[in-house]
């Protein structure tokens, strides 16, 4: 065969793998992929500045501390932009399966958490009553979970406790019986519960002291909130129902995407491949 004919076989063949999804792939995976990079990245610095790694001592539950969620979030999302990224960019065939086995993996994990978590509604109310009840009882032990519960209740749901102030109970520095050891916290409740003030620019980190006190003189209804997070967290999410169920519905779409995209560009390698051969 004249080698012009042969340029011209070579050049349609190489045509046949599509330069628009491949890229597609790895623009997407790129900004995955360095997310993953950066989320896993805050986490381990926050393990680092807590000394997590020199004294695992100080872990209560590890599955409850915000800096190992965001690891393994990280970790997660790391790997899987990686093998979309890469697999994209090189024509990779077992990286481009690996990462549609990943995101079918995950999108069967979501699914089946969704489903469960509509079936075991009650079960789930329970573990996330138990989880919040450790960060009210760890809540000065770790700067994370402290941080966590500060904007549960100020800045996301405006609630105090589980069910009510009272709650804070359970926590040694608000106990109300840690009077008697000269806690100025004692009885009180944390920052975080208070309400905003008329005027008030900077929260006053006092303002929850001695509001559970039976001789406190004022208005506990305009200090603090009296709702528990766990209505509140109820009421949240059936106010919030539909973008909710959109944004799930979303990420799901984009999954499924991502592994016919994937697996489309799969079949164009392996077309390509098998023209070469013959």
């Known amino acids: 065969m004249p080698s012009h004919h042969r340029d011209r076989k070579y050049r349609r063949d190489q045509s046949e793998v599509s330069c628009c999804l491949k890229y597609l792939i790895f623009s997407f995976n790129v900004i995955f992929w360095l997310t993953g990079l950066s989320i896993m990245a805050i986490g381990i610095w926050a393990w680092t500045e807590k000394d997590t790694f020199n004294n695992l001592s100080k872990l209560t539950n590890i599955a409850l501390d915000p800096a190992f969620v965001l690891i393994v979030t990280g ?5 899987i932009g990686f093998t979309g990224c890469v697999g994209a960019l090189r024509e990779n065939t077992c990286l481009l399966a690996s990462y549609a086995i990943f995101l079918a993996i995950l999108l069967l994990l979501e ?4 489903i469960l978590g509509f079936i075991f509604k009650d079960w789930i109310k329970s573990q996330a009553t138990n989880g919040f009840q450790a960060f009210i009882v760890h809540y ?6 402290q941080n966590l519960i500060d904007w549960i209740q100020d800045s996301w749901l405006q609630c105090c406790g589980i069910e009510g102030p009272k709650d804070w109970d359970r926590n040694i520095y608000f106990n109300c019986s840690s009077v008697e050891v000269g806690s100025r916290e004692a009885c009180g409740v944390p920052f975080s519960c208070c309400k905003p003030q008329p005027g008030e620019i900077i929260k006053n980190k006092q ?3 001695d509001v559970r006190k039976q001789d406190y003189t004022g208005d506990k209804s305009l200090i603090v909130y009296e709702r528990g997070c766990l209505r509140a967290g109820e009421e949240w999410v059936e106010s919030n129902l539909i973008p909710v169920a959109c944004v799930t519905v979303s990420i799901a779409i984009l999954q499924i995407l991502g592994i ?6 799969r079949a164009d ?6 023209r070469w051969g013959s």
């Not at 000065?140 to 979970?145: A, F, I, K």
């Not at 390698?269 to 098998?274: D, E, G, T, Y």
């Open 75 to 79: 970790a997660v999302t790391f790997i």
């Open 111 to 114: 699914m089946t958490a969704g």
């Open 140 to 145: 000065r032990d770790d700067p994370d979970q």
């Open 207 to 209: 303002c929850g002291y």
């Open 260 to 265: 016919c995209f994937a697996q489309n560009l």
């Open 269 to 274: 390698v392996f077309a390509q491949k098998s």
